[in-house]
Each structure stands twice: as structure tokens, then as C-alpha cells.
């Protein structure tokens, strides 16, 4: 499951070319990066704490086509994916109780299976995150 999102960012360069300042327009927030991959990459972080629950945005973006940024700046469309950001950046675990009936605890429990391993795979395969090598979550419970 992809969560992709866009919204428009009014940059302009800082003076004597020491970086970049970025405005999202829809959510008054600034951003500043050294270069313009630095910008994107506190842009996403700043997206990302703007989610209430993880997957829903709390603001929706206005339309880029009615925007038109202020002299000597220009407008850039950053795209956020809030799923890939968390599997990429949270790295912590937590600990969940699961309910399941007894007799399928006991099976699971004789043919030594993970009940958490499957948990985590089932919910990748639920949430069609990619199983890549470059996916450390994955490779973590395989």
C-alpha cells in the first residue's frame, strides 16, 4: 500500500548561496537545507510529524495550478509517502499482545512458528511494501 502525497513548496535560495528555505503553503511551515536534497529530506520529516495517525494527512494540499510564488522564489511539488518514510526512518520495535484461540497457539507452538515473524510478514504483505534486500524490516524477520 503506497500513501503518496503532494504538496507545493514556495524555495528560494538563502543569501550568499548558503542553502535553500522552503514554505509549504497549505500547512505555514519553513523548511531550510544546505542543498536541495537536504530541503526534501527535512521537508519529509516535516510532513511526517503533520500526520495524526500515520496515514492520514491533516491538511489536504491546494491545487499548484492556482498558486503562484512571490518574486524571486519558485515552486517545487514535494511528494510524500508515508509508509516508506516510517519503513525507511522508525527503526524502533513494540511489543503487541495478539489474541488467537488455544488450540492455535499450541499448533503454532509445536511446529515452532514465530507468531511474530508471521505477524510482521503478513502485515508487509498486507501493507505490498516491497520484500527487496533494500527493505530491512523484511530481512529482519525472514
Not at 527493505?135 to 525472514?142: A, C, P, Q, S, V
Request: proline share 5%; glycine share 4%; with cysteine.
Amino acid at each position: 500500500m503506497s500513501e503518496r502525497y503532494f504538496y507545493p513548496m514556495f524555495i528560494k535560495q538563502l543569501p550568499n548561496k548558503q542553502g535553500y528555505k522552503g514554505t509549504f503553503i497549505d500547512l505555514n511551515i519553513d523548511v531550510t537545507g544546505k542543498s536541495l536534497e537536504e530541503l526534501i529530506d527535512n521537508s519529509h520529516e516535516a510532513l511526517d510529524k503533520c500526520f495524526d495517525d500515520g496515514l492520514t494527512p491533516k491538511i489536504k494540499s491546494s491545487d499548484p495550478t492556482t498558486l503562484t510564488p512571490p518574486n524571486g522564489q519558485g515552486m517545487i511539488i514535494v511528494e510524500f509517502d508515508r509508509i516508506a518514510y516510517k519503513e525507511k526512518h522508525d527503526k524502533k520495535t513494540i511489543t503487541k499482545s495478539v489474541t488467537m484461540p488455544a488450540w492455535m497457539a499450541n499448533i503454532a507452538k509445536e511446529r515452532r512458528i514465530d507468531c511474530s515473524k508471521l505477524l510482521q510478514r503478513a502485515l508487509i504483505a498486507e501493507f505490498t511494501l516491497k520484500e527487496t534486500k533494500e527493505n530491512k524490516y523484511y530481512e529482519n524477520i525472514k
